[in-house]
């Protein structure tokens, strides 16, 4: 691969004419600009980005961490800051933590030595970022915390209002006629899934509703997590009539397990969860939720970024994006206690025929 000194030979210039045309660091006269532009596209010349950062102190990267490659919800993060960050001549570079703070650090530690203008995270479990974000500003780069926040972050962020977008969610069940309602969160070490609990409850207080023992499950945030929290939910007596999952992964989960109990929703069990994926337009019944944009997280995590790469004193930007409650087909009123006992003695009288045929 062609180097500096072997465009500078082949343009017919001086070494330093080169280093100004491609760094910008001088102005250079246009016959010789031409010329070393000409040079560098005959020989395939690449610049080393990270040499071109030590000598600016920061590269043209901006990095993200994310938490969970797996969750269809963060590509569509990646992708927003990827398109914004691109369009201003910045590359993105990715990690994952596996929800993982200790992997976290180690990501954390590792990207700086790329000399980033900016830095974009989704904390992990039990995240404190306070320190790596002071290390990260004292070299120059802008630090957006994303989706949920660790303790005491007082940095740029990019986020919902999650509490008035869990009051939505269970105010509609309620005005489905829902009475007994369970919810499954995320972790309560999330500030996401901390402040969903807090809708819920503010919704249900709002009604004059007691959620009933063990109609709040802690779960993972993923189909796991909704599945086996699911299967605890359906064994309580009374049964929850409805069910407000805290993210999408949550509800399929709990669609899954609603389906192995024999029961139908949303004729047995309205479901309804949060995030708006697009896969869960293709599921049988497709899932009402609340819908976020992910694309627009990320997009306008990266334009603080570039706004704070042009003017580092700009003020600290909060910005809350809206959500949408998207009405499909998993919810609807609950069945009649007539209904019900109707159901279940023809379940029964089903299961005594099978028998009986044996």
């Not at 796991?224 to 605890?232: F, L, P």
């Not at 603080?304 to 930007?317: E, F, G, N, S, Y």
Request: charged share 20%.
């Amino acid at each position: 691969m062609a180097n500096m000194k072997q465009i500078a030979k082949l343009a017919g210039v001086s070494l330093g004419t080169v280093s100004h045309v491609l760094n910008g660091t001088a102005k250079v006269r246009e016959p010789l600009r031409k010329r070393v532009l000409e040079a560098v596209q005959a020989s395939g010349y690449q610049p080393s980005q990270l040499a071109r950062g030590l000598r600016r102190d920061k590269t043209d990267i901006i990095a993200m961490i994310i938490p969970d490659i797996v969750n269809p919800f963060f590509p569509s993060v990646v992708r927003g800051a990827e398109d914004m960050a691109f369009a201003d001549g910045y590359r993105l570079i990715l990690c994952n933590t596996d929800n993982d703070h200790a992997k976290e650090i180690v990501q954390l530690q590792a990207l700086r030595s790329y000399l980033p203008s900016g830095l974009i995270v989704i904390p992990s479990n039990f995240s404190d970022l306070t320190a790596q974000a002071k290390s990260y500003r004292e070299n120059g780069a802008a630090v957006v915390c994303i989706d949920r926040l660790p303790p005491n972050w007082d940095g740029d962020t990019v986020t919902i209002d999650n509490v008035e977008s869990a009051c939505k969610a269970t105010r509609f069940l309620i005005a489905q006629g829902h009475k007994s309602i369970a919810t499954i969160t995320g972790p309560q070490f999330l500030t996401n899934a901390q402040d969903r609990l807090t809708g819920f409850r503010q919704a249900m207080q709002e009604a004059g509703l007691m959620p009933a023992s063990g109609h709040i499950q802690e779960a993972t945030f993923d189909q796991a997590g909704g599945y086996s929290k699911t299967k605890i939910l359906l064994r309580l007596l009374p049964r929850p009539t409805a069910i407000f999952a805290g993210n999408d992964m949550i509800a399929m989960g709990s669609l899954r397990a609603i389906r192995e109990a024999g029961l139908r929703c949303p004729e047995d069990v309205s479901l309804i969860g949060f995030d708006g994926l697009e896969l869960t337009e293709m599921i049988t019944p497709q899932l009402t939720s609340i819908y976020q944009s992910p694309y627009q997280l990320g997009a306008a995590a990266a334009r603080i970024v570039l706004d704070r790469m042009a003017d580092r004193d700009c003020p600290t930007q909060h910005i809350v994006l809206e959500t949408e409650l998207k009405v499909r087909e998993s919810v609807a009123p609950p069945m009649a206690p007539a209904a019900q006992r109707s159901k279940v003695t023809q379940t029964k009288q089903t299961k005594n025929d099978k028998l009986r045929s044996l």
